[in-house]
Nanobody, 122 residues
Framework: EVQLVESGGGLVQSGGSLRLSCAAS????????LSWFRQAPRKEREGVAF???????SYADSVKGRFTISQDNAKNTLYLQMSSLKPEDTAMYYC????????????????WGQGTQVTVSS
């Protein structure tokens, strides 16, 4: 079964923290690289955080130093720890699976979750 299920979104005040989770099916977790994207209203989907199979990570400049991507191989789960949140971080956050490690391009991803909404109030 091909599945990506995000959770953990919500409403938080500026400066607060949230942790997003993405539970992947075994097939996807074993065969694809997982990343986090986000899309705000009337904006294009943008890559946020990326992780390679060796644990190497990469981040969008806008979240560097505030967000941390990680994965738990025992649980087939991807995480995004978000700290020092800003109103401009408000968006739908998506987990995506693709064949190219650390790719920042949405078109290179094959599978997407349904998304989890993050809203940061000022």
């Amino acid at each position: 079964e091909v599945q990506l299920v995000e959770s953990g979104g919500g409403l938080v005040q500026s400066g607060g923290s949230l942790r997003l989770s993405c539970a992947a099916s075994l097939y996807i977790y074993s065969n694809y690289y997982l990343s986090w994207f986000r899309q705000a209203p009337r904006k294009e989907r943008e890559g946020v955080a990326f992780i390679d199979s060796d644990g190497s990570t990469s981040y969008a400049d806008s979240v560097k130093g505030r967000f941390t991507i990680s994965q738990d191989n025992a649980k087939n789960t991807l995480y995004l720890q978000m700290s020092s949140l800003k109103p401009e971080d408000t968006a739908m956050y998506y987990c995506a699976a693709g064949r190219i490690a650390l790719s920042r391009f949405a078109f290179e991803y094959n599978y997407w979750g349904q998304g989890t909404q993050v809203t940061v109030s000022s």
